[in-house]
């Protein structure tokens, strides 16, 4: 299963809250492992170096806005996404049943542990 | 670029061997929190893979079965691991906890620098070098292979888009902007006209742009302007920057914030410069 990546783009608000936090409920009740991060521009802007772990080893999917912009925010930070293996989900178009969909894979049923 | 070559800080919530799972709702909240003080945060889960941790501090929360050591040093030594036990705290004692051994995270406080900055697309760029000349707050910079840089995403004016208005090949995107290109939709052929009458309207005006916005700005700040402006080719002129300040959309605050004349020119001169100097590189070591 690839990694997953969701970005809270925590200084704007151009994704929409409701579809960001929904994801967000959805994911840390889903059971599976991810990273979650403040906000990928902010993490751009600085170079910060876990932009590199994230974008390195296999493939990975990324839940934040458009595949273009997030492309180019990781490629500015000398991280690129692989080519092959990276899949951008886009939350300020998307509704959260779609991202989840993307991201966990159709059908996903949740193993909610508590 | 901004600051230090540091990771913020992390913070893995641990739920695998060796550990009881964290309560759901505690789960939920403390996750939605930790990524609005700013911190990046890995949940960890049985058979799952997070992104490894390689420099920075990595803070591991956990309802543990055995007791941990409260600090760890992992193999490359550029991570400090630190351990605690969250069993017995509330949401608000582990915010507290979290706060005091990684410190405040040195992201915008409300009211601070917001992460607006010009993003290129290189698979659109040609390096024609127009943003570097046309920015006048050094934004942009050329690497040493003569390529545009983005290198001080902090010098941008917040809201405005306006080198993104001035690139011929709609390139410059920019992530948090509220409509597309700019924030990185697809590019139609719609975008691209726009795109070709917007150097028009530059041309039109047949000068400096900032010079002239900063003519106009000056103007609205003088009380005779209305007199001064009663000449039809004057008018023209007015209805003619409006029409730039509107398509570039330059903030009037940033229009406000404009240096003086004398410095814009400065400026000017500089940007070009080194425009024409990046250029002059590129064509010579094509030859
Ligand atoms: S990458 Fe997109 S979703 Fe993330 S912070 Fe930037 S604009 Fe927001
Ligand atoms: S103006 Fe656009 S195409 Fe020209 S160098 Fe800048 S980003 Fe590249």
Same mark, same amino acid.
């Given at each position: 299963m690839p990694r997953i990546v969701y970005c809270h783009c925590a200084y704007a608000q151009v994704v929409p809250k409701a579809v960001k936090e929904e994801v967000l409920r959805r994911l840390v009740e889903s059971g599976v492992a991810f990273d979650a991060v403040a906000d990928l521009c902010e993490m751009s802007a600085k170079r910060d170096p876990m932009m590199k772990q994230l974008s390195q080893e296999g493939s990975v999917k990324i839940a934040a806005c458009y595949?273009?912009?997030?492309?180019?925010?990781?490629? =500015?930070?000398?991280?690129?996404?692989?080519? =092959?293996?990276?899949?951008?989900?886009?939350?300020?178009?998307?509704? =959260?049943?779609r991202v989840i969909d993307a991201v966990l894979g159709e059908g996903f049923k949740q193993t909610e542990s508590a | 670029m901004i600051g230090t070559l540091k990771s913020i800080p992390r913070v893995a919530l641990y739920e695998g061997e060796g550990s009881r799972p964290i309560a759901g709702p505690v789960r939920a909240e403390l996750t939605r929190l930790l990524l609005e003080k700013g911190y990046a945060v890995s949940s960890i889960r049985p058979g799952g893979q997070v992104a490894p941790a390689t420099s920075g501090v990595l803070l591991v929360l956990g309802e543990f079965l055995e007791q941990k050591p409260l600090e760890a040093v992992a193999e490359t030594d550029a991570v400090k691991v630190l351990f605690r036990d969250i069993a017995a705290l509330d949401v608000p004692k582990i915010m507290g906890l979290v706060e005091s051994l990684c410190g405040t995270t040195p992201l915008p406080k409300p009211g601070g620098w917001k992460p607006w900055f010009p993003v290129i697309d290189f698979g659109r760029c040609t390096n024609c070098m127009q943003c570097l000349s046309f920015c006048l707050f050094d934004v942009y910079g050329v690497s040493t292979e003569g390529k545009i840089q983005v290198q001080h995403e902090n010098h941008c004016k917040t809201d405005c888009p306006a080198c993104s208005?001035?690139?011929?090949?709609? $390139?410059?995107?920019? @992530?948090?902007?509220?409509?597309? @290109?700019?924030?990185?939709?697809?590019?139609?052929?719609?975008?691209?006209?726009?795109?070709?009458? &917007?150097?028009?309207? !530059?041309?039109?005006?047949?000068?400096?742009?900032?010079?002239?916005?900063?003519?106009? !700005?000056?103007? $609205?700040?003088?009380?005779? !302007? &209305?007199?001064?402006?009663?000449?039809?080719?004057?008018?023209?002129?007015?209805?003619?920057?409006?029409?730039?300040?509107?398509?570039?959309?330059?903030?009037?605050?940033?229009?406000? !914030?404009?240096?003086?004349?004398?410095?814009?020119?400065? &400026? /000017?001169?500089?940007? &070009?410069?080194? /425009?024409?100097? /990046?250029?002059?590189m590129n064509s010579a070591q094509l030859t």
């Open positions: 595949p273009r912009a997030v492309k180019w925010l990781f490629s =500015a930070a000398d991280a690129p996404l692989p080519l =092959a293996g990276a899949e951008v989900v886009n939350m300020r178009v998307e509704t =959260a049943d | 208005r001035v690139c011929p090949e709609v $390139a410059i995107l920019f @992530p948090k902007y509220r409509s597309g @290109p700019i924030n990185g939709d697809e590019i139609n052929s719609e975008d691209l006209r726009r795109e070709s009458m &917007k150097v028009d309207i !530059s041309s039109l005006l047949g000068g400096d742009i900032y010079q002239a916005l900063r003519d106009r !700005s000056d103007k $609205a700040k003088s009380r005779f !302007s &209305k007199e001064r402006d009663e000449d039809r080719a004057l008018k023209e002129r007015q209805r003619c920057l409006t029409k730039l300040q509107e398509q570039l959309e330059i903030p009037p605050e940033v229009l406000a !914030s404009l240096p003086s004349l004398d410095q814009i020119q400065a &400026k /000017a001169v500089q940007a &070009k410069q080194r /425009a024409a100097d /990046a250029l002059g």
